[in-house]
């Protein structure tokens, strides 16, 4: 029998990275960001130093290499070899990557990566789209949210650790423009599964939602 893929979908901010990349240590699967892909994407884009254009970005979406490494504690992301871990987290990569993931053309590139990485099982996968597009046959399906001052003081803390200087409001503010660009788009937007568990984690800590997750992977 061929391993299970498990979808987690959810907005920014939610834990999403946090909670699959534990789910996937503890049942030794493979743990795929599609975030980190569409952040790629718009690394490259904005290397190129050319105005925005659908063709543009679906052209780099269509040629891409992204690979992963993953090391306790530490996904790293490469493009063609070289690793993009830190150069994808930029707030300009951040500010640019709701407009890129949105172009119909870089959608089929990623999602066609996406499947042809899960089609063996073995995956927790995370993202926007994972459970309703990329794999809406995927044995556990989960729907991980939280409020959005709580997902706003969660990236404030972890950028803050990076040594970053943030305004949580201004960041607020971010947090809440980006759910509804991504929830508003025309393709693939950013909704609950049917079949999908919803897990507000707004006040239940990292072990506790990792705990539910891979109980749903027992039924
Ligand atoms: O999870 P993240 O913040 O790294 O995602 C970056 C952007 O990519 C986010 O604005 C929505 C988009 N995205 C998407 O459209 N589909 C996915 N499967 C994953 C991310």
Request: glycine content about 6%; some cysteine; hydrophobic content about 40%.
């Amino acid at each position: 029998m061929t391993r299970p893929v498990i979808a987690i979908d959810g907005p920014a901010g939610a834990g999403k990275s946090t909670i699959a990349k534990i789910v996937a240590e503890r049942l030794n699967f493979i743990y795929i960001d599609t975030g980190a892909m569409y952040r790629a994407v718009t690394l490259e884009f904005l290397a190129t130093n050319q105005p925005f254009s659908e063709e543009l970005v679906t052209k780099i979406a269509e040629k891409i290499n992204i690979t992963f490494k993953s090391e306790p504690g530490c996904n790293h992301v490469y493009v063609d070899g070289k690793e993009v871990t830190e150069a994808i987290r930029s707030v300009v990569v951040t500010n640019n990557v709701s407009k890129v993931s949105a172009v119909v053309g870089v959608r089929e590139a990623m999602v066609s990566a996406q499947r042809e990485i899960g089609s063996v099982g073995g995956v927790v996968m995370d993202g926007r789209d994972i459970g309703t597009v990329v794999f809406p046959q995927a044995e556990v399906k989960v729907f991980l949210t939280a409020n959005v001052v709580e997902r706003a003081k969660r990236r404030y803390e972890e950028l803050k650790n990076k040594g970053q200087k943030v305004n949580l409001e201004v960041l607020t503010q971010e947090i809440a423009q980006r759910d509804k660009f991504d929830s508003e788009r025309k393709v693939s937007p950013l909704c609950c599964a049917k079949n999908a568990h919803y897990l507000d984690t707004s006040h239940l800590d990292i072990n506790a939602v990792v705990d539910a997750i891979l109980h749903l992977c027992k039924v």
